[in-house]
């Protein structure tokens, strides 16, 4: 549930992420996303075409792009600039609110480079012992 406190500057809503039914689980989707992660990242360094974020997010399909950028935008988080011209050109950047995020993502990149190593090394240990002897039958499934 969604509770309005009023304060001098207008009211402000407070929220709980861990209930289904709280807008602030969609923000929390929204900004946990991978391609949000990595296309904030891009969009850090300044304004971007929709091509250059395609090129420089690899593995993004042109259509998860689009509709990520599209999310970000309903959201506040990217403003969308058309320039009337033929073709059109149409950038995207970072806004005020889009640019505060910056700082929580590095330091989420940043955690996956240093602990890289670490979660590979438990990911192989689980799938080896998750993977039953090569002579043992399945009889207990």
Request: charged share 30%; glycine share 8%.
């Amino acid at each position: 549930m969604v509770t309005t406190q009023a304060e001098s500057s207008g009211a402000v809503l407070r929220g709980s992420p861990y209930r289904a039914d709280c807008p602030t689980r969609r923000i929390l989707d929204r900004i946990g996303d991978r391609w949000t992660v990595l296309i904030v990242g891009v969009l850090w360094d300044g304004t971007a075409r929709f091509s250059e974020l395609r090129r420089r997010v690899e593995g993004i399909s042109q259509k998860m792009l689009t509709q990520t950028l599209r999310g970000l935008e309903r959201d506040g988080l990217v403003h969308r600039t058309v320039h009337p011209e033929v073709p059109v050109r149409v950038e995207y950047t970072l806004t005020e609110a889009g640019r505060t995020l910056r700082e929580p993502l590095r330091a989420l990149e940043e955690w996956s480079i240093a602990h890289l190593g670490d979660v590979s090394a438990s990911q192989d240990a689980y799938d080896r012992a998750d993977q039953p002897p090569p002579d043992s039958t399945d009889r207990d499934k």
